[in-house]
């Protein structure tokens, strides 16, 4: 069996629904913030219980967009993103594991009705996500590509990010929750079905992460959010120590123009206010808050992401990139993920 079969396996056969799983990687009821409960809640109960994700893969101002969910399972994410994207929007989820879709494309009707869509908005593809170019969508066609603890579960990750590159238009994101890895990890525990499927066997060692995303031409990952993950088998949790596991969101922009680093250009945005729900402040990542009204320095990067994407309507720049400054301090290369200490710094 090789490690395709493996996956398929552990999450078509080994898995009947998320209290089967051996870690706290997957979220709880608890997680999801209250203004997007409602919209779980409008999701069927058999695709909610087969949902096995690691974050909230749910980016904002989505209205209209065409996403792509990579790894989408049983489609709880993608009857989630169909109420935000709403009936002229398109939501395509792609899986390995029949097994998975054929749940989801159970409920694709029921899910309309319940939406009061007049037409589907969702499709359902089988195929590989390392293999993005053999699903017939062209070339930057997506706004935006998200995936919920998907991308460790592949050998070639480097693919999966090129070619989510590639389908992204200028400007547009990849949003998504995946579990890392405090450092390199063995190849042999990618013989193991349970580490495996776990998700601990393909977690990347973060800095690996961040290289293969920049060579992608991800120039600037962005850490949105991060916690660590709890191995509650004692078995399991022999098998992987001492390494320690995060569960982390990250957001990939497609700009071509980003910086290698936090370049001062003497620039300063204002948050205007009214992105559905976050009224009052907009959180870029884990360390970029923006209050509405007030005028927050920022570094090229940090603008580039709020005027030449989907968020530019919602903020006012000041001055330009005609200077330069210098670097912003506090750009590390430090563990970026919350450990129960203080958080890392961040940049600007």
Known sequence: M???????????ETLADARDLRTTACCTPGDVPPALRAVFANV??????????????????????RVLDLGCGAGRDVYALAQMVGPAGEVIGV?????????????????????????PN???????????DALGLAPGSVDVIVSNCVVNLTLDKAAVFRGA???????????????????????????????????????????????????????????????????TDPA??????????????????????????????????????????????????????????????ACGNTVRMLVQTRLAPWFDVHGDFSRHYGIFPGCGTTLPFETGAAAASGCC
């Open 2 to 12: 090789d490690h395709a079969d493996r996956v398929r396996a552990y999450y078509g």
């Open 44 to 65: 069927h109960e058999e695709v909610t219980r087969r949902y096995y994700g690691c974050g909230l893969v749910v980016p904002e101002l989505l209205d209209g967009r």
């Open 95 to 119: 899986d390995m594991t029949s097994e998975q879709l054929a749940v989801a494309r159970r409920h694709r009707d029921w899910h309309m009705r319940r939406f009061g869509f007049a037409r």
């Open 122 to 132: 969702v499709a359902f593809v089988e195929g590989r996500i390392e293999a993005l």
């Open 165 to 231: 590159h590639a389908l992204l238009a200028p400007g547009g994101e990849m949003h998504f929750a995946d579990v890392y890895c405090d450092r390199r990890l063995p190849a042999s525990l990618h013989d193991d079905p349970v580490l495996v499927g776990e998700c601990l066997a393909g977690a990347l060692y973060w800095n690996d992460f961040l290289t293969l995303a920049k060579r992608a031409g991800f120039r600037d990952p962005r850490l949105l959010a991060s916690r660590p993950i709890e191995i």
């Open 236 to 297: 399991v949790a022999a098998k992987v120590a001492p390494a320690r596991f995060f569960s982390a969101t990250y957001r990939l922009f497609r700009l071509d123009d980003l910086e290698p680093a936090c370049e001062d250009h003497g620039q300063a945005v204002v948050y205007r206010g009214g992105i559905p729900g976050a009224d009052h402040a907009f959180t870029l990542d884990a360390h970029h808050r923006f209050e509405q009204g007030r005028v927050v320095p």
